[in-house]
């Protein structure tokens, strides 16, 4: 007979590093961004330190990932699969670090479901805090309805990826991705990513938080003020493209070995 008990397995296509003797550590897992894949975190895995076990997914309707059965793509129901992914692997106590709308995610499951999260790592996402980024993200919530919204999204790519476009750091492989995840993911989700409020998840949010700040203008004073778990810390000059993962990866990997060591310090 089958085990009514027993768990689904993952759905999301998974990319894992299990070093001797980590198996009993939570992991890092890492989130990437809208239109993205776990492939952009190919820095992190070259860099940071060998013995850190690392998971990184790619979202539903995203890379080797199935869709979502629902065919509804949100920031609620990409939290809700990332979570069901990590009961399905039965972790608990994981640092989520999240890329562009994969740290909304993150911080979105840390608040739901936060018995699976001890921290949570944001890099460069869109956390419009003020009326005036509001603004900004209702402009481009009408460009995501328009019968162009693809040429305006790859154009709001296209200039967060900032100064200089040669493809060595990556930028290559993040327009292909861009470019290949279906409309029907891609047009919905950016959609609410644009018309979603991120204030009250920041009160909320029950474990220390990094914010990373590289291109966008997020007020990292008022994301501060919201939550005493909320560090930040910013990047520019040093950094100014969209996807410091990429375009800086030393210095993103120091951050994340001193938040990793900070949280167990903290522990």
């Known amino acids: 007979m089958p085990d009514i008990d027993a768990k689904p397995p993952p759905r999301l296509a998974a ?8 198996a009993d550590r939570p ?8 239109g993205c894949e776990r492939g952009q975190f190919v820095r ?5 330190r060998p013995e850190l076990r690392l998971l990184g997914l790619d979202l539903p309707g995203h890379g080797g990932s199935p869709g979502l059965e629902s065919g ?15 009961d399905a692997r039965g972790l608990r106590g994981v640092v989520l670090g999240g890329h562009s709308a994969g740290g909304l995610i993150a911080t979105l499951v840390a608040v739901t479901r936060p018995a699976l999260v001890s921290g949570v790592l944001v890099l460069d996402s869109n956390f419009a805090l003020t009326a005036a980024d509001r603004r900004v993200n209702e402009a481009r919530a009408h460009e995501s309805a328009s019968g162009d919204w693809r ?8 200039d967060a990826w900032g100064p200089g476009g040669a493809g060595g750091d990556g930028r290559t492989e993040v327009f292909r991705s861009l470019e290949r995840t279906p409309e029907q993911v891609v047009r919905p989700l950016w959609h609410d990513i644009l018309r979603f409020d991120p204030t009250d998840l920041c009160r909320r949010c029950p474990v220390p938080m990094l914010y990373v700040r590289s291109r966008r203008d997020t ?21 100014r493209g969209h996807w410091p993962q990429l375009q800086c990866p030393d210095v993103v990997n120091d ?13």
């Open 15 to 22: 990319t894992e590093r299990e070093p001797p003797g980590a």
């Open 27 to 34: 992991p890092l897992v890492l989130l990437h961004g809208l």
């Open 44 to 48: 992190q895995w070259e860099g940071l």
């Open 72 to 86: 509804t793509y949100s920031v609620r129901a990409m939290a809700d699969a990332v979570a069901a992914d990590l």
């Open 151 to 158: 040429g305006h999204f790859l154009a709001a790519m296209s």
């Open 219 to 239: 007020d990292l004073a008022v994301l501060r003020s919201l939550n005493p778990l909320i560090s930040v810390v910013d990047l520019r000059p040093r950094c």
């Open 255 to 267: 951050l994340i070995h001193t938040f990793l060591t900070e949280l167990t310090e903290d522990a």
